[in-house]
């Protein structure tokens, strides 16, 4: 029996084992995780004392491109496999700011910014929730309310750094590094609570409730809208979570960062809970939000975390130890980008914009059999399922590899589901029939990949010999910082 033959039999629930599939020997023997091969063993680091830790599943695709020729800026390939929105003009978006005079605000620039953040934008910040979220409620979020952090990651992790010995829940698939950032912080526990397809991926207030009261939580992270499903809790329902939390007197994270990223709603509209926050400093809401996404400025790492002031002062107090703060002049330049006119203008602009590149991806997937049944209501993702495609296509490992053969990166869906590396068989995940579809980039650049996509659905149906074997070794020597290695970003 052939290799390629082993494949065609593989399928779910049939015996079907990772170590029949050339994709998942690659993912178990890539340098950033533990390896359970057989005969693999992980060597140790060159630099005495040094052990890698995990990375995020856009490292490990990036890794596999370059692997596979992938420069970043390579006008070839198509990169739908990182989580970063286009940063270039869009149809009726006020321009970037391209300067920033430090002379206007004198030589404390060039001091360290206190670890909370430069009080004008944090003013700034607390203005457009009170501006955007909250005409109707008398008490206003102000400056005391707002920590500037250099990133979302780095929000989470001062968030991570405050939480005592206690239970976390979250729901799953949702952005992969809130495994690695809240997993590098042991003190709590974090619990996942799995969403299916057949739900829309939905998890009610109600059943968070439950949670809550069962397995004892003293918090809950949501991706809202969610990373990468594109679901999004709204208006009444997303109400009724917040008062589940105060009557709990349980915290709940919302992690904002796609919040104008909504393709359902009237034009021009935005989505956040502190909408539903009574008491800025009395209910135990936390929300994380910033310049990555919604601004499209995600290399400014300009990003804040919206609470109670005793939160914002303990996660000052984390920041004094961590990072030590946003850069000085960034955060500058970022009060340019919370007047309420750019972000009106800009809110509107990006949601014709992003709703069109939708639609386009989900049409194009239709035409080559890839009907989406839980099309995104919100971000800028698209989770594929590959269910109906015949094996091996049908496992999202062998799916990102194929692609990377026609020169397209895509995210595998394990990277998306909980502690995927320390499974026994990664055919059993959930996320495993599954990869995401980043529309952050240009249309064009999106049309590539689809056309991509469209090749080697053609080739695997056509029962080519080549498809899910002949897939590059890893080049261990690659350095994710050297020339040609992708810029970081979040998944
Ligand atoms: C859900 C979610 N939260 C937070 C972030 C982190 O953003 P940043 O790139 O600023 O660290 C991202 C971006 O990748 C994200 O998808």
Same mark, same amino acid.
């Given at each position: ?47 005495? &004392? ?25 006008? *070839?390939?198509s990169?739908l ?87 976390? &829940? ?34 009610? $207030? ?9 397995? &004892? ?47 359902? &709603? ?11 926050? *009574? ?78 590149k939708?639609?386009h991806c ?28 015949? $094996? $091996?296509? +049908? ?34 995940? $959930? ?8 529309f952050?980039p240009p249309l064009e650049e999106l049309d590539r990949g689809l ?30 910082? +050297? ?9």
């Amino acid at each position: 029996m052939s290799h390629h033959h082993t494949h065609k039999k593989a399928k779910k629930g049939d015996g079907s084992h990772e170590s029949h599939h050339e994709a998942h020997q690659l993912f178990r023997t890539h340098k950033s995780h533990n390896s359970s091969v057989a005969g693999h063993v992980k060597p140790p680091h060159k630099v005495p &004392g040094i052990e890698v830790g995990p990375a995020t599943g856009v490292i490990y695709i990036m890794d596999r491109a370059m692997a596979n020729g992938y420069y970043y800026g390579n006008p *070839e390939w198509s990169n739908l496999g990182q989580g970063a929105p286009e940063v270039g003009h869009i149809p009726g978006a006020t321009p970037k700011p391209t300067s920033l005079n430090f002379e206007e605000f004198g030589e404390g620039i060039h001091e360290y910014a206190p670890t909370a953040g430069y009080k004008p934008l944090r003013e700034a910040v607390a203005d457009y929730y009170n501006r955007e979220f909250r005409q109707g409620n008398k008490k206003k979020y102000g400056a005391e309310n707002i920590c500037i952090v250099p990133g979302g990651r780095a929000g989470l992790s001062r968030i991570a750094a405050c939480l005592g010995k206690i239970n976390v &829940g979250y729901s799953v698939p949702v952005y992969s590094a809130y495994e690695n950032t809240l997993g590098a912080f042991n003190s709590f526990v974090s619990i996942p609570n799995q969403t299916d397809e057949v739900h829309g991926y939905r998890v009610t $207030p109600e059943q968070i409730d439950k949670e809550v009261k069962d397995r &004892g939580l003293s918090c809950w992270l949501m991706s809202n809208p969610n990373n990468p499903t594109g679901t999004m809790m709204r208006g009444e329902e997303l109400q009724r979570l917040v008062e589940v939390f105060k009557g709990r007197g349980a915290t709940l994270i919302a992690d904002e960062f796609y919040s104008w990223y909504d393709h359902e &709603g009237p034009l021009g509209g935005a989505i956040s809970a502190a909408e539903y926050v *009574e008491d800025p400093n009395e209910d135990p809401i936390v929300l994380i939000d910033g310049l990555t996404k919604n601004w499209r400025c995600p290399g400014w790492r300009i990003c804040w975390v919206v609470g109670p002031k005793e939160l914002v002062s303990a996660l000052a107090a984390a920041g004094s130890w961590s990072e030590g703060g946003a850069s000085h002049p960034m955060q500058c330049l970022a009060l340019q980008m919370m007047t309420a006119d750019r972000c009106k203008q800009d809110r509107l602009a990006l949601q014709k914009h992003f709703r069109m590149k939708r639609d386009h991806c989900l049409k194009r997937l239709a035409s080559m059999g890839l009907e989406v049944k839980v099309p995104p209501q919100a971000t800028f993702y698209i989770w594929v399922s590959l269910a109906d495609l015949p $094996p $091996p296509i +049908n496992s999202g490992l062998t799916f990102a590899e194929e692609a990377l053969k026609e020169k397209v990166c895509l995210t595998p869906g394990i990277f998306f589901d909980i502690n995927p590396s320390k499974r026994r068989n990664i055919v059993d995940s $959930p996320c495993e029939a599954f990869v995401r579809l980043s529309f952050g980039p240009p249309l064009e650049e999106l049309d590539r990949g689809l056309d991509g996509i469209e090749r080697l659905i053609k080739k695997a149906k056509s029962g080519h010999p080549d498809v899910g074997t002949n897939y590059k070794p890893h080049k261990e020597d690659e350095h994710h910082d +050297n020339v040609h290695a992708a810029p970081s970003s979040g998944s």
